[in-house]
């Protein structure tokens, strides 16, 4: 057998093998995985290996998918509101503009590399280093369950203002002018239906993730047709699609294959050259700019009416540089503005900002509360429509997590005391439908203390009914609700045994694994419709 034809490159394997090594380790002591791909390509580097055409055309495909994946994500209402657009594009300006008076004053005193950056370059580096990373918010925010939270969708939103500020660099970039007749690409709207109902019709298996593999691509090369950044046609044929549960369910699906891809860009990274120790200095300067950034969200979106405790878990979620803060140097790189030495810089100094963030993000509150009298300051006095206090009226039990299971709860539980039953779910898109079928949902995240600083539970609540997915977040739910000294019953479900244990050792009153009750409901349920008695199982065993 000609292995040739299955093999691409003997070194394409083994290269992805001392990354899994890499990025397992980090994963193994708390830090993303992303990091150990790039160790791994500076390592890669040092003895001497080199990128493979497969690995370029890898990561080439995985930055198409990402920018893909961010359209299926985009909801173009949310990005009007203020306190995104408003704090994306201010901070995205100071910090630029911050960054390269601090970069040029910095070259002034001689040190090696930052001396040789002038104006224009300075404010690339600034423009470069002003984003904040889509993929580490994202992992961090699905790991604690909170992506659909208030602060990330906040979180989520300015990202998406970065990532479409960078598509816009990336296309005036390519240093070609769109043809004449690119404008006939809006033609591409009026297909949005028929595409979505092709996308219904592919089910929920390998057809699905193939189509999704098609539009991407697709977009790119129709976009490059017409002279413009082929990532540009796949953010647009992403946007296309969005605010659809399909589109949803493709952006999951891809989830994996995109993280997969980008391996081999972060890889290609680090092995586009070795960090010198003046390089390591330098990404280490850039590090501690990393402060300044953050500050400067908290401080633009408590300006924005976002509250304290909002503002500050958003800015730890975006206190790291961005993966788009690479693409944009290779660019300058490529097209000779900059020394390929600042790609380098800029890969160590991401590297250095996730693992800083990974740690900030692990108790994310806890700066905050040690400094909460003082940040709590500058806190504006009006709140957002999101942020007014809640009203629970006569509820006696509330749902916490309206998704399937907190629905079949909240539905349960209203046949037995009518009106007596609230829901509560971080998710704004889910409400309006709720409250369509006659279900009384609020907004809210049982898991972040600003929930609780609007609203009353001691009052009439009795009963408290977790139907939270993510086990992270409920226990920081209940460490919540104790702490606002609730004394009534709390119910809450696990989908495997170590969490089960978990809850019954905190005390809840009432804890389940989901699944075994899942299969106790179904054998009840069927018993009932097929009117099985105890006597007929016994009469047929």
């Known amino acids: 057998m000609d292995f040739s034809l299955i093999a691409i490159d003997y070194r394409d394997s083994l290269w992805l093998s001392i990354a899994f090594i890499a990025g397992f380790a980090l994963y193994r002591v708390g830090l993303p995985p992303l990091v150990g791909f790039l160790v791994a390509g500076f390592a890669l580097n040092f003895l001497g290996a080199e990128s493979t055409h497969f690995l370029t055309e890898l990561a080439d495909f995985g930055v198409t998918l990402l920018l893909f994946s961010i359209g299926l994500k985009l909801k173009v209402s949310s990005l009007f509101k203020p306190e995104i657009w408003g704090v994306a594009t201010m901070h995205m300006l100071v910090t630029t503009c911050t960054i390269a008076a601090i970069t040029l004053g910095i070259g002034a005193t001689g040190i090696a590399l930052f001396s040789e950056l002038d104006l224009t370059t300075a404010l690339l580096v600034g423009f470069a280093l002003s984003f904040s990373s889509t993929v580490f918010a994202v992992k961090t925010l699905e790991s604690i369950g909170q992506m659909g939270s208030r602060y990330g969708r906040i979180a989520i939103g300015i990202l998406i203002m970065q990532d479409i500020v960078a598509v816009a660099f990336l296309a005036a970039s390519s240093g070609m002018l769109p043809s004449p007749w690119a404008f006939a690409l809006l033609a591409l709207i009026p297909m949005r239906k028929p595409i979505l109902m092709l996308l219904n019709k592919t089910g929920h298996g390998e057809l699905m993730i193939l189509f999704g593999f098609v539009l991407a691509l697709g977009g790119a090369q129709?976009?490059?047709?017409?002279?413009?950044?082929?990532?540009?046609?796949?953010?647009?044929m992403g946007a296309l699609l969005a605010g659809n549960v399909r589109s949803a369910e493709l952006a999951k699906s891809l989830f994996g294959f995109k993280e997969l891809f980008l391996v081999a860009f972060f890889l290609s990274i680090g092995l586009s050259g070795i960090p010198t120790l003046e390089i390591f200095i330098a990404a280490c300067i850039l590090l501690l700019l990393i402060p300044l950034k953050t500050l400067l969200f908290y401080l633009l979106l408590t300006r924005f009416r976002v509250t304290a405790v909002q503002s500050n878990r958003t800015s730890m979620v975006l206190a790291n540089y961005s993966e788009f803060g690479l693409i944009v140097e290779a660019i300058a790189v490529s097209n000779g503005w900059i020394s390929n030495d600042w790609i380098l810089v800029i890969a160590v100094a991401l590297s250095l900002s996730?693992?800083?963030?990974?740690?900030?993000?692990?108790q994310p509150?806890?700066?905050?509360?040690?400094?909460?009298?003082?940040?709590?300051?500058?806190?504006k006095p009006e709140r957002l429509p999101e942020d007014e206090p809640i009203d629970l009226g006569n509820a006696s039990i509330l749902v916490f997590g309206m998704g399937r299971v907190g629905t079949g709860v909240y539905d349960a539980m209203e046949e037995r005391l009518p009106g007596q039953v609230i829901g509560v779910d971080y998710d704004e898109a889910k409400i309006p439908e709720h409250r369509k079928l006659g279900r009384n949902v609020v907004s809210g995240n049982a898991s972040t203390p600003d929930f609780w600083d609007r609203v009353r539970i001691e009052n009439n609540i009795e009963y408290v009914m977790l139907a939270i997915p993510e086990h992270k977040a409920q226990l920081d739910a209940i460490a919540l609700i104790n702490k606002h000294g609730f004394e009534g019953k709390i119910a809450a479900h696990a989908r495997y045994p170590d969490e089960l244990e978990k809850l019954k050792e905190i005390g809840v009153d009432a804890a389940f694994n989901i699944y075994a009750e899942a299969g106790s409901g179904f054998a009840n349920h069927a018993a009932e419709v097929f009117n099985l008695q105890e006597t007929d199982a016994v009469k047929h065993s």
């Open 365 to 379: 509150s806890f700066l905050f509360e040690r400094y909460f009298s003082w940040l709590r300051r500058f806190e």
């Open 354 to 362: 996730f693992a800083l963030s990974a740690a900030l993000n692990t």
């Open 222 to 236: 129709l976009f490059e047709m017409f002279n413009l950044k082929g990532d540009l046609g796949a953010l647009f």
